[in-house]
């Protein structure tokens, strides 16, 4: 009878440190992936941050601003 406990409280346990251990995995693999995810975030960011400056610089381009006001006086008229 006592070989019976211990294999039961042997089982539980072996199963208590497997399901641990799966637990970790996962939470290691979900790290890994919001890491991923906060890369290819980051990446967009910098491509947009990039666009904006190229944006910014034919705005302000003072012939661009010309051109603009050309465009309103031809409307105008």
Do not use: C, P, W
Request: charged share 30%; aromatic share 6%.
């Amino acid at each position: 009878m006592e070989t019976a406990h211990f294999i039961i409280a042997l089982v539980a346990i072996i199963g208590g440190l497997g399901y641990s251990a799966y637990a970790e995995y996962v939470k290691l693999q979900l790290k890994q992936q919001i890491s991923k995810t906060d890369e290819d975030t980051q990446a967009i960011i910098n491509e947009l941050k990039q666009r904006i400056e190229v944006l910014e610089k034919i705005v302000t381009d003072e012939k661009y601003l010309l051109k603009d006001e050309i465009n309103k006086l031809s409307k105008v008229s």
